[in-house]
């Protein structure tokens, strides 16, 4: 079956340390999303990629770092300076034009030790 | 950029009858507006989703309305049942789609039994 899988499920992250989500598609698309979703909150967008090789800034890029070398792949690394990392992370694909449903995986909880 | 608002935060209703849960949208350009569902742990799942040239949208007991003039496009489930219970959250697009989804802050929907 397609679909997107997020890895770890769960995450521990040490004062000063940088981690990074992982996310796989094997669906095709071009387009691949961040996203953090904190309690009775929205999700906001952290980072996108309409391609490989290329990736822009959502609304709370501060302190999130990604790339995107394959199609199917689109890590993301909570660095340092990101001083409130404890949040549920999603990460979605969809085909790059507009108004196309995006599909999600299940997250990845980081919390802080 | 796109601003969504969603109500109620919280709607709880007895198995078997409808709900309804509403969010308004701030971007004129907006085209297209999914909804998703979220049970606990997960990411969420598509539902529903209607265009900007398209009023209504049906699916069994799910439909969405959508008024252009007014910004604003509503949910409705009919004939509620235990498994509807869940976080819902609406989304819609500005920007061609693909630059990512702005999301309503979630409306958690309980059955009663």
């Known amino acids: 079956d397609g679909g997107i899988t997020q890895s770890p499920k769960y995450l521990f992250r040490k004062e000063g340390q940088n981690v990074t989500l992982s996310c796989e598609q094997n669906l095709n698309h071009d387009a691949m999303y961040w996203y953090r979703q904190d309690p009775g909150q929205g999700l906001r967008l952290i980072y996108y990629?309409?391609?490989?090789?290329?990736?822009q800034k959502g609304d709370i890029a501060e302190g999130y770092s990604v790339s995107r070398e394959k199609k199917e792949s689109f890590p993301l690394t909570v660095t340092s300076a990101q001083k409130n990392p404890t949040a549920f992370y999603l990460c979605?694909?969809?085909?790059?034009?507009?108004?196309?449903?995006?599909?999600f995986g299940d997250g990845t909880r980081l919390s802080i030790l | 950029g796109e601003n969504v608002e969603q109500h109620p935060s919280t709607l709880s209703v007895q198995e078997g009858d409808s709900a309804v849960i509403k969010c308004t949208y701030s971007d004129s350009a907006s085209n297209y507006f999914p909804w998703y569902k979220q049970e606990l742990g997960k990411g969420p799942q598509l539902i529903i989703d209607i265009r900007s040239n398209v009023g209504e949208k049906k699916d069994q007991r799910i439909a969405v309305t959508l008024n252009k003039t007014a910004k604003h496009f509503s949910l409705h489930i009919t004939e509620t049942q235990p498994e509807d219970s869940a976080v819902y959250f609406c989304?819609?697009?500005?920007?061609?789609?693909?630059?990512?989804?702005?999301f309503g802050k979630g409306t958690h929907l309980i059955i009663q039994p």
């Open positions: 989304a819609g697009t500005s920007g061609g789609g693909a630059d990512g989804l702005t």
């Open positions: 990629s309409q391609i490989v090789n290329d990736f």
């Open positions: 979605a694909s969809s085909i790059p034009t507009g108004g196309q449903p995006q599909h």
